[in-house]
């Protein structure tokens, strides 16, 4: 059984920085891409940032690019986001999933990924 687990969530003041870290266990030994979601309550899951095997062909969401940063560790298979100059609306549950299943230009949509993990709460305060 595939298990994600996410760390690294937080309460940080607008500007500030944090990490997220997902690791893998159970895992299939496949070496397709990895992604970061996120979700507030009300609004749809919707995509951060996904990146495959050694964190190669890396893809971000309009609001992610140019402050977050993803990577993967292909050793361990663990998988991380790199958040710096966070805004209160990052403020969001933030997910990890795998597995995914489809076109390159799916990356980012979370119906082509498999498996979830069960999140990590990010809080950025004025």
């Known amino acids: 059984q595939v298990r994600l687990e996410e760390s690294g969530g937080g309460s940080v003041s607008a500007g500030g920085s944090l990490r997220l870290v997902c690791v893998p266990s159970g895992w299939p030994g496949d070496s397709t891409r990895m992604a970061w979601f996120r979700q507030v309550p009300g609004k749809n899951r919707e995509g951060v940032a996904s990146a495959n095997h050694r964190g190669g062909y890396p893809y971000y969401a309009d609001f992610a690019q140019g402050r977050f940063t993803i990577s993967h560790d292909s050793a361990t298979n663990t998988l991380s986001l790199q958040m710096n100059s966070l805004k209160p609306e990052d403020t969001a549950q933030y997910f990890c999933?795998?597995?995914?299943?489809?076109?390159?230009?799916?990356?980012?949509?979370?119906?082509?990924?498999?498996?979830w993990g069960q999140g990590t709460h990010v809080t950025v305060s004025v």
């Open positions: 999933a795998a597995g995914f299943q489809g076109p390159a230009d799916l990356a980012l949509m979370d119906t082509a990924y498999r498996y």
